[in-house]
């Protein structure tokens, strides 16, 4: 079955600095990976959508980049803010649109 | 972007009574609808796929008598849940599928916090 794994259950940054979190999926090669914030008590926010012939996709301050070879996707936020702070998840697709989420990284910026 | 909202926000309830949570797609249509469970600490879990018109396909291991989807129009899916038990006690979140410039996306609710005493 699909898997896909987020390496960080939690991450601490200083602010100003690159937040960079990982994730990978294993069992198989989706056409495309989205990235997801989500703060305590809500739903997730779409964020970015990379595709599987896309080495890079960036948005302002975020960066994300898919090595299908590695299975794995990088998610970028580089001169990190304390309102930065949240859970992100990244999710592969599975027919019909049906996300399969990772367990998520807390990620604390600290000021 | 698209907005979708749910409906209450929260809601607490004995145990034996049903509770009904309503997703609604407020600026376009949504076709496709999907109702996730999200327990602390944890990731989302797709529970069901909800289809405007049709019956609902769900994952294995929901109970479909027990979470009643209808998505009797294009900006409307209720998820009831029956009997509810303590263990029911969850987030529920729904996404309503778009097609907008970044492709075909799915657009969260904010979610409705269930507790079952």
């Known amino acids: 079955s699909q898997k896909i794994e987020q390496n960080s259950e939690a991450l601490n940054i200083q602010e100003g600095k690159t937040a960079t979190l990982t994730c990978n999926h294993t069992?198989?090669?989706?056409?495309?990976l989205q990235w997801y914030r989500q703060d305590p008590g809500r739903g997730p926010v779409f964020l970015l959508l990379?595709?599987?012939?896309?080495k890079e996709k960036r948005k302002e301050r975020l960066k994300v980049t898919f090595d299908t070879t590695l299975k794995q996707s990088l998610f970028h936020i580089t001169a990190s803010q304390p309102a930065d702070s949240a859970t992100y998840l990244c999710?592969?697709?599975?027919?019909?649109?049906?996300?399969?989420f990772g367990q998520g990284t807390r990620l604390t910026i600290n000021p | 972007g698209a907005v979708v909202s749910q409906h209450p926000s929260r809601v607490i309830c004995k145990s034996g009574t049903s509770v009904k949570i309503e997703c609604r797609s407020l600026?376009?249509?949504?076709?496709?609808m999907f109702w996730y469970r999200q327990f602390p600490k944890q990731s989302l879990m797709l529970m069901a796929t909800?289809?405007?018109?049709?019956?609902?396909?769900?994952e294995q291991g929901v109970e479909k008598d027990k979470f009643l989807i209808n998505h009797a129009s294009l900006t409307l899916s209720t998820l009831t849940v029956t009997s509810a038990h303590p263990e029911d006690s969850s987030f529920y979140i729904c996404?309503?599928?778009?097609?907008?410039?970044?492709?075909?996306?799915?657009?969260f609710g904010p979610g409705t916090r269930l507790t079952v005493l």
């Open positions: 600026d376009f249509q949504a076709t496709t």
């Open positions: 999710a592969l697709v599975r027919g019909a649109q049906k996300l399969v």
């Open positions: 990379i595709r599987e012939n896309e």
């Open positions: 909800s289809n405007e018109g049709s019956k609902a396909t769900y």
């Open positions: 996404s309503a599928r778009a097609w907008d410039s970044t492709g075909d996306t799915q657009y």
């Open positions: 069992n198989y090669s989706p056409a495309y």
